[in-house]
Structures are given as C-alpha cells and as structure tokens.
C-alpha cells in the first residue's frame, strides 16, 4: 500500500537519507528507530510530501499504487490525511490553543469530506470515542489547555483519522508523555491498526516503544538503513553491529544492580563528516579495510530480514565455501 | 546554517538612520552658512546655488539650519533614550534579581511612571525651571525609565528561569554577579530593540515640546520650533513648514523601521514564522 | 545523625493562580514529608513522573528554595539556617547537573568560562585554566575545548562540560536532574559511565533523578518511586524491580521493559 524504492536525499553538503527501502501493508506496524541525525524524521517527512526547500528528493514512493516521486505539492495535498496522516511529538503545540478541540476535528471533514457541520460533529464524537477520549461529548467544547497531555494526544490521533487514511505516521507520539499515558497511547495504535486494517509507520528513538507497538523493525543510522526485520527477530539477535551495539548500550531493568554499559565509541558525525562507505565506520569496533569507503549492501539474516554489513557478506562466504 | 534575511523595513530604516546622524555628525564641523547669521534683505531667498533650500522670514539658510537642527534632535533622543535605557534597565534588573517587594515596589512605581505623558510633564518642568533643551531631556529619560524597566524585567524575569542561571546559582553566585555575567547579555537584545524604538519616539517628542516653545530656544535651531514658526507664514512661504517636516518624518520613519527589523531579526517566534 | 545528605520530613507548597478575588488561593503540596538519607559514595535514584515532585526535591536539595517543613541537612548543617555567605561557601560541596545539554550553559560564554564559574564564585584562588584543563579531561573531553563556545559541540560532549563545572570545586555531592533524558542512547550509557567513574573517583553521593526505570537501574544502590509529592516505594534497586509491592511501579516497569 505504501512503497518505497531507492529514496535519497540530499542536501548541499551531502547525501542525508540513502537508497530507503520499505513497504507498509494495509493494518501492518512497521518501527522506525533511530538516534539523532538518523534521518528517521526526515523519512516521515518525505512520505508526506513536506521535505523542506532546498533538498533534493530522488527515488520512488507509491501511494496506493500512484508513484509520488517528483509530485508536485498539489498532489500531495490531495494525499494528505485522506491517504496518509501523521501525529508528531508535542500535542500542546500541535493543536491551535484558540480552537475547540471538537472544531479542530471536525474541520478537515467539512473541508475535505464535504460533510455538514451537523455530520462532522456526529464523525468527531464518533472519532473521540474511537480514540478512547473520555467524556468525548463534553470534550468536543473544550480547549486544548483543559486537556491533559495525553487526552491532547489523543485528539490529535483522532484529528488524523479524521479522513480514514490508510497509513498512519507516528513521529515519537509517545516522547512527550508520561510511562503510564505512553504506554496506553501505544495500546490504542495497535489497536487502531488492528481495526482499521491502517498501516503504521512508528517512529521513536524508544526501543521499548517500539518492541510493543510493532511487528517490524527498521534501524537507521547516519541516513541508511543498516539492519530490518521482525521486531522481536531483530531484538533478540541483533546482525548489525550498530544495532547490536544500541541495545547493549540501553540500559536493561534485567540486570539491576550498579554496572557500567557497553558503549558505543564517540558519537554521531555531523551529515557532512559522515564516512561515504558505512556510516558507522569510525565507531564501529569490527571495522574491516574496506568499510570506509565502500558501501555494503544488504545480506538476508533470515527470511525477511536483512543487514548491511561487510562483514555478514563475509561470514555467508566463508559458511557458503 | 541558519539563514537570516535581512529584511527591507531593516535596510530601509538603517540608510534612513545613516543618512540623519551623517547630517548631524557633519553638522558639528560643516554647515553651508553659517545657522544664526540674519540677513534681512535675503529672507524668503529661493532656492539657489547659494542657498540650497532658500532662506526663512530672517534670511538665515535653510539647510544649515536643518542640519544644526539634526544634531540637536539627535543629542536630546541619545541623552534622553542613554539615560532612561541605562537606568531603566538597572530597575529591571534589580526587580528580576530581588524578586518579592522589592520587584513589586518598582513595577508599581513604573506603572505610575506609565500614566504621565511626557508632555505634560516636560510642562510641569518648563514651568518650574524655564523652557531649555535640558528640561526636555529630563522629561523623556524620566518618561523612558518605566519602559525600559518593564521591558527588561520581563526579559530577565525568562533568563533567570534558563539552566544555565540556575547552575551560577549552584556554583555559588550573588545575584548581582549573576545579573551581571548571565542576565544583562543575554537581555541585551530586546533593550536595544526597544531603545531604536523610543529613539524614533524621543524625536517626535522633542519636536512637538520645541513646537510649542518648551524646547530649543532661539537661536538654537529644532524642527519643532522651526515648524512653529513657519505656521503663521504657511501661505507666504509654505516651504519652510515643508522641509522640517520632511526632516521629522524622516528620522522618526527611519528609527521606527530600524526598531521594527531588529526586533523582527530577534524574535526566534517570527523567524520560524518566516521559515515555515 | 547519619549521612552526608538528610532530608528529613520536608514538605513544599506552592501557590497557585487565585480562581476568586475573595477566596484565597489554592495550594498545590509539590512534596509531601518527603525523607531519606544518602551517604558518600553511593547513588539514590528519586524515580517519578511529571508533577511527581521529584524536580522541586531537587531545588529543595540544591538550596534553590527553602522547604515550608521539614529541613535539608548537608554534612550536618541545616541549609536553611545558614547565611547567605555561608550558603555560598557551602555550595562548594553540593553540586548539579541539568537535563538540557543545549540549555544549562550559556551560548555567549566560552566553555572555559563556564566551566570555572564556581570557582569565581567561591573566590578560590589558582590557577583557573589548569583546573579547567584538568576538569575536561576528567570528562574525556580535551584542555583545548575550554576556548569553544556551547554551539560547537554535541549533545554529549555539553552534558560533559556541565559535569566538568559541576565537579570543578571537587563537590561531595551531584545532583543529577535529568541528566540523561535528553541524549541518544549510546551517548546516554557513556555519560552514565562517565558519572559511575567520577563517583569512585571522588567519592561522590549522587542522587540521580529520572523518570526512566532502567536508566535508574544501572546506575543506583538504592531507589525511591514518587507519585504526587509521596514517597510511594523505596528499597535497594534490586528490590524494586524484582519485587514491586505498587501497581504505579508495575507501570513504570513495563514502560522501561523490551517487548518479548
């Protein structure tokens, strides 16, 4: 339902997202986790057609089978929250402080739908309930100061379901929010997937949001994506030593006690001083000769699930001779 | 990376500024005619290669008098705005670093600054002390005092909630330490802001104080008394209630302009509006 | 009397906006007869959500405010009892770190300036610059840095120039707010280390606040879980995770934890 080939983007100084591939089916989760400068949220920005000025996309992204590679604004507009919506970060300041929530919901109905205002708010109340907002009759009336931070976030789901999109970007819903709230948040686009038969594409630097929330797992460093897979695949046996490396260094309720963590060396390279082979050349510790400069390309670790990494292709040698 | 714009109320406003305080600058060391020589039999001259703008109702030169002026206007705005922005801010300063009373003593005072135009009370002054360019600049640096005070309350009243504040208080630091090393610099920038902006009022002030003979006394010359002068002959010679007033316009437009893209420049809030 | 650090029964309220001119206003308690004790050379983590209360321990601890009950006892001296020239000399032992790497140094100064701040303050005499030097290289950063401005740095290496002030006046105790909420995984665990190493390297107490179970594992002896100004948990971290006796703690867990 939503396919990408060969995504790249690039900016003056240099490549910042190279050679993106993936695909989201109709109710499938797919995570997206990565640290700073990982390129993630430029991702979910270009499959929303709102790359910022002076980037150059290239490749391809399908929409529902429409390629939107290289499509104009007024293309993507048509798209928007009707095809494909997303949810960001801060609810406070995605929400206009002067508006009813209810009003906020219900306008892109009548905009984009056509519907009466009487229906659009009979849809928006529909929505609240969806969305498991509580009180949603008396909420409708309210002003987004009188709701917590996670009802906030739920009006802002319920804002982008408001057009039955069929993929669902989540651009670290839960970063904002308390443990608690951010655990029913990701509860509720699970269940929303499920329902709806929605695709979602789950963003976060978050891993324990990410193992509960999805059933597939990209990891990206450096704007390539180094290792995909099944979520619980990837997260027990990680391949990629960058992905090996990140969940070693996340500190685990496991082993409680005071100890010191495996690190990573050094830390992510601004996009102009990132090495042209792999990206994590330089701060990897199994680095061999040729992983500067040359850029490894993607070895199956199981069906479905592939890493880019010399030395994997060097391992499936030595086991295939 | 960041990219910042400058904008044309900003370049507009500054060659506007430029060209006023050259002409005032100029006007300390080179004036065509000399301003106060009267010469009877050459008033109401034209324009001519001799005098550029023509002569007034006493036959002095026009344009040395406009730039004797500009110097005049610019030097009671510079005192005026100097000494309202110097002790202004100290107000604010103090009022953000004490907190408590101390804070509401002074911001109640300035609320009562607020209600006093200055007009009224540079009467009060001329009145007391006699009509003199010094009482006008009394009258606006005490008027500009409260402005500054809230201005850089408000804005040192932010910085003092910054990490960085609270981490020279954990290191130990007075509060005048800290007003001094962390707070002053980083509220500099909205104080110069607002100063631009007062100069351009500080102008239009002085003019309109002149204007009514509570200002620069003759023979000093100031738009402002030009203009009034030049009232009872709008019909003889309107040219006269012409220039100044251009001069006026002039420098309070380029000063506003000049005030309104610093603090265009300045406010991360309109700059990601711009971006967007 | 015992500890270096003893909180003992404090309580903070705040007041909040007037809702009627003739009622008075409504008080919010942000801490509730709060107390604990926390000794050289060991961590205690305060763990809790937004509104927990846990930040405004923190500014009770630091000095910041002055609890409305209750005392915050530093190496046996009452803190609210002390002068203010006394206070600033007794800075010298307590020490913080902040959350926001981009906000807690002033992007106008230059790092060395920053970092030799408590030591202008506390009027210590020496030689700043090779203080300085060493403090940087105590935090893996390099003497050459000092001449940098915030800007030229990452995350990472800012949260090691706050460290660097913090631990510049040789403190006995750090507050850590925060510290690493805000950074990458992989920086996270090296700053981490970096404070583990300084505590056996100084004998630091460190009360490490979080809102991250597992952050809080890997660092702390012992833990204490707040909810709505309370104490709602406290014991060795082992303790805690394995055996939780509160829902609220059975939710933090499962927050922190890897879905299998």
Not at chain 3, 2 to 23: C, D, I, K, M, Q
């Amino acid at each position: 339902m939503i396919e990408v080939e060969g995504l790249s983007i690039t900016s003056a100084a240099g490549p910042i997202l190279r050679d993106v591939r993936l695909h989201v089916a109709a109710g499938e989760r797919l995570g997206v986790v990565g640290e700073s400068g990982s390129g993630k949220t430029l991702l979910a920005m270009s499959l929303m057609g709102m790359v910022p000025d002076g980037l150059h996309v290239t490749g391809s992204i399908r929409i529902d089978g429409a390629e939107m590679g290289g499509a104009d604004e007024a293309a993507w507009r048509r798209l928007r929250a009707r095809r494909v919506a997303m949810i960001f970060q801060e609810p406070m300041s995605a929400l206009n402080p002067l508006r009813r929530v209810g009003d906020t919901v219900a306008e892109p109905l009548i905009r984009h739908l056509g519907l009466s205002p009487r229906a659009a708010r009979d849809k928006a109340l529909a929505l609240f309930e969806e969305t498991g907002i509580l009180g949603p009759e008396r909420r409708l009336s309210q002003y987004p100061h009188q709701l917590s931070g996670g009802q906030r976030q739920r009006v802002l789901i319920a804002l982008a379901l408001a057009c039955d999109p069929e993929l669902l970007i989540a651009d670290e819903p839960t970063t904002a929010l308390d443990a608690n709230v951010a655990l029913r948040i990701t509860r509720l686009l699970v269940r929303l997937a499920r329902e709806r038969r929605m695709g979602l594409l789950f963003i976060s630097h978050d891993l324990a949001a990410v193992s509960r929330t999805t059933e597939r797992l990209m990891v990206m460093y450096g704007g390539d994506v180094v290792e995909t897979g099944a979520t619980a695949e990837v997260l027990r046996a990680p391949a990629h030593p960058y992905t090996v490396g990140l969940l070693a260094a996340r500190p685990s309720l496991a082993a409680h006690g005071k100890r010191r963590l495996p690190t990573i060396p050094g830390s992510v390279p601004p996009p102009q001083e990132l090495p042209r082979g792999c990206r994590f050349s330089g701060r990897c510790g199994q680095e061999i000769a040729r992983c500067a400069d040359e850029r490894p390309q993607p070895v199956a670790t199981a069906p479905g699930s592939w890493a880019a990494c010399h030395l994997l292709r060097a391992r499936a040698k030595g086991a295939g001779a | 990376m960041r990219e910042r714009r400058l904008s044309p109320n900003l370049i507009i406003g500054a060659v506007l500024v430029a060209l006023v305080c050259g002409v005032a600058l100029l006007s300390v060391v080179w004036t065509p005619h000399p301003y106060a020589v009267i010469d009877v039999g050459g008033k109401f001259a034209p324009a001519s290669a001799e005098h550029w703008l023509g002569t007034d109702q006493l036959g002095r030169d026009l344009v040395s008098q406009l730039m004797v002026a500009a110097g005049n206007s610019m030097m009671v705005a510079l005192l005026a705005v100097g000494v309202g922005c110097v002790l202004g801010t100290a107000f604010g300063l103090l009022a953000a670093a004490r907190g408590g009373w101390t804070e509401e003593a002074i911001m109640r005072v300035s609320d009562l600054g607020f209600a006093f135009p200055a007009l009224l009370f540079a009467i009060m002054l001329a009145a007391a002390y006699g009509p003199s360019l010094s009482v006008v600049v009394v009258a606006i640096a005490f008027i500009n005092i409260p402005i500054f005070a809230r201005v850089s309350r408000a804005a040192a009243n932010q910085v003092w909630h910054r990490e960085y504040v609270y981490a020279a208080r954990a290191a130990g630091m007075g509060r005048f330490a800290i007003s001094r090393d962390h707070i002053l610099p980083n509220i500099a920038a909205p104080v110069i802001v607002q100063a631009t902006i007062e100069f351009a009022v500080s102008i239009l002030t002085e003019a309109a104080l002149s204007y009514l003979g509570l200002g620069a006394q003759p023979p000093a010359p100031s738009w402002g008394r030009m203009l009034s002068e030049a009232q009872t002959l709008m019909y003889l010679a309107p040219q006269l209630a012409i220039w100044p007033g251009l001069c006026i316009f002039t420098a309070v437009l380029g000063f506003g302009l000049l005030g309104d893209g610093l603090r265009d420049m300045t406010d991360p809030r309109l700059i990601r509006e711009r971006r967007a | 009397m015992s500890g270096l650090l003893a909180v003992e029964a404090v309580t903070r309220r705040y007041r909040l906006p007037r809702l009627s001119l003739f009622r008075p206003a409504p008080m919010l308690t942000a801490v509730r007869e709060v107390s604990f004790t926390l000794d050289t050379g060991q961590t205690l983590g305060i763990v809790g959500e937004s509104g927990s209360g846990k930040s405004t321990l923190a500014r009770l601890v630091m000095g910041f405010e002055a609890p409305d009950a209750g005392r915050v006892v530093f190496d046996g001296q009452d803190l609210a009892q002390l002068s203010p020239a006394a206070m600033r000399r007794a800075r010298r032992g307590f020490q913080m770190v902040f959350q926001d790497p981009f906000g807690s140094l002033d992007q106008r100064r230059r790092v060395g300036w920053s970092i030799a701040e408590p030591l202008r303050a506390q009027g210590l005499g020496g030689d700043h610059g090779r203080a300085v030097a060493q403090a940087l290289e105590q935090v893996g950063l390099r003497a050459e840095h000092a001449g940098r401005f915030p800007h030229e740095f990452s995350g990472g290496q800012r949260q090691r120039i706050a460290i660097a002030r913090a631990v510049i006046t040789r403190p006995r105790l750090l507050v850590a707010d925060e510290a690493v909420s805000a950074l990458d995984v992989s920086v996270q665990a090296q700053i981490l280390n970096l404070l583990m190493d300084l505590q056996d390297d100084l004998g630091l107490a460190i009360l490490f606040i979080s809102h991250d179970l597992a952050v809080v594992s890997s660092i702390c002896d012992h833990v204490l879980v707040m909810r709505e100004g309370q104490v709602l948990e406290r014991g060795p971290v082992g303790d805690v995770l394995t055996r939780p006796t509160q829902d609220y703690t059975r939710t933090l867990l499962a927050a922190a934890a890897l879905e299998d």
